[in-house]
């Protein structure tokens, strides 16, 4: 006779509740890696536009400039040269380095990691509450639309990295809300295993 899977088992839950555990369990360990790589990328983001406004801005000011008549009496020819030689030179620097592309892949980058955040979120807190085959399955799904944005060839410098980690452990990203849900799907409030989880 097969076994009765909606028994206790030796923890005193049954089967079913052990396998909703370790599917919330694991849902909000990818919803905290979500959440520092998305932070991750969007500081980053943030950091890739300044450059990418100064790079637009700089050769339109230095154009501007090297062809003011005051500036060619108060700069020796050579310093007006120089401006305007770098004025055409920085549109090159940024066609070569691909700072647009590079916008465009952080952007998309950041906004699939913040709504995998989310969605594992519901999974552990909502999803995973019902049928164990509807939450196994949308884990599957979750978890291989996480293998395919992971993998990317972008690599962010450790410094961003750092720079969300502090601004997570800081609070400014906890809502009483999801730290009450986190705590009833039996994670720790910034454990060892959720730090260990993170994707860098």
Do not use: C, H
Not at 111 to 124: E, M, P, T, Y
């Amino acid at each position: 006779m097969a076994e009765d899977i909606r028994q206790p088992n030796s923890g005193g839950r049954s089967d079913l509740e052990s396998v909703r555990a370790e599917i919330a369990v694991e849902a909000m360990r990818q919803s905290e890696s979500a959440l520092y790589t998305s932070t991750m990328l969007y500081i980053w983001l943030r950091r890739v536009r300044i450059q990418q406004s100064v790079i637009v801005l700089t050769p339109i000011i230095l154009t501007g400039l090297a062809g003011l008549s005051y500036v060619k009496e108060w700069l020796p020819a050579w310093g007006v040269a120089l401006m305007a030689f770098f004025a055409t030179l920085l549109p090159s620097i940024a066609e070569k380095l691909k700072i647009e592309t590079k916008v465009d892949e952080l952007r998309r980058l950041a906004a699939d990691f913040k709504s995998l955040q989310d969605r594992f979120r519901v999974l552990a807190n909502v999803t995973a509450r019902g049928p164990v085959d509807t939450a196994v399955e949308e884990l599957r799904m979750l978890m291989d639309r996480m293998d395919v944005v992971r993998s990317t060839s972008i690599t962010p410098p450790e410094r961003y990295f750092d720079a969300a980690s502090r601004k997570i452990k800081r609070g400014d990203y906890d809502f009483s809300v999801d730290i009450s849900l986190r705590e009833k799907a039996g994670v720790p409030i910034n454990s060892p295993a959720q730090s260990g989880a993170l994707t860098r």
